[in-house]
């Protein structure tokens, strides 16, 4: 024998849970304000055909200016600031250069937590350089767009990708030289 009133009670619990479902507010995708530093957002191909990419970050771009006469090796100190401008914390580096590659180690400390970091990338056209950090310890990624008009300080904004595969987190850098070099 069918038991109705067990049926009509399932159908009454399956509809209560779609109305529940269509009547609640759809999730609210917010996007970070700033800089999207992801490969895709880049659309860099060449570091040679960097200029569009550069004019919209502010850049000094100039097609076809070679940029290997640029030294950026040297000593470099970064703060790192999220995007409602609250510390996270520094990066110190010696970088090396060859032709347009920058490479070099460092430490980044956050608070009284210090991690060994490796860095690597290169200079574009302009004043801009990319670097990619990486810290041992915990394997944070931070991806730098920087900005060094003089070669002796800088500024640009960086994207923090976590191990965890969690959202990245954005952000502002600046910095400079802890050895600023002097041009005669």
């Given at each position: 024998?069918?038991?109705?009133?067990?049926?009509?009670?399932?159908?009454?619990?399956?509809?209560?849970?779609?109305?529940?479902?269509?009547?609640?507010?759809?999730?609210?995708?917010?996007?970070?304000?700033?800089?999207?530093?992801?490969?895709?957002?880049?659309?860099?191909?060449?570091?040679?055909?960097?200029?569009?990419?550069?004019?919209?970050?502010?850049?000094?771009?100039?097609?076809?200016?070679?940029?290997?006469?640029?030294?950026?090796?040297?000593?470099?100190?970064?703060?790192?600031?999220?995007?409602?401008?609250?510390?996270?914390?520094?990066?110190?580096?010696?970088?090396?250069?060859?032709?347009?590659?920058?490479?070099?180690?460092g430490v980044f400390k956050q608070g009284l937590n210090r991690q060994?970091?490796?860095?690597?990338?290169?200079?574009?056209?302009?004043?801009?350089?990319?670097?990619?950090?990486?810290?041992?310890?915990?394997?944070?990624?931070?991806?730098?767009?920087l900005n060094s008009a003089d070669g002796n300080s800088t500024s640009?904004?960086?994207?923090?990708?976590?191990?965890?595969?969690?959202?990245?987190?954005?952000?502002?850098?600046?910095?400079?030289?802890?050895?600023?070099?002097?041009?005669?």
């Open positions: 024998m069918i038991n109705w009133r067990n049926i009509l009670l399932m159908l009454a619990a399956i509809a209560c849970i779609m109305i529940g479902a269509l009547a609640a507010p759809s999730p609210r995708v917010i996007v970070p304000a700033g800089m999207d530093l992801s490969l895709d957002g880049m659309q860099i191909s060449d570091p040679e055909h960097t200029a569009e990419y550069l004019e919209k970050m502010g850049g000094t771009a100039q097609p076809g200016l070679q940029t290997y006469g640029r030294n950026l090796a040297g000593n470099w100190s970064f703060e790192l600031r999220n995007m409602k401008s609250l510390p996270i914390g520094d990066i110190e580096l010696r970088l090396y250069q060859s032709e347009a590659a920058l490479f070099g180690t060994m970091a490796t860095a690597e990338g290169s200079l574009l056209e302009g004043n801009a350089m990319i670097l990619n950090i990486v810290s041992q310890d915990s394997v944070f990624l931070y991806r730098m767009t640009g904004a960086f994207t923090l990708y976590l191990p965890t595969g969690e959202a990245p987190v954005k952000g502002t850098i600046f910095g400079g030289r802890s050895d600023a070099r002097r041009i005669s």
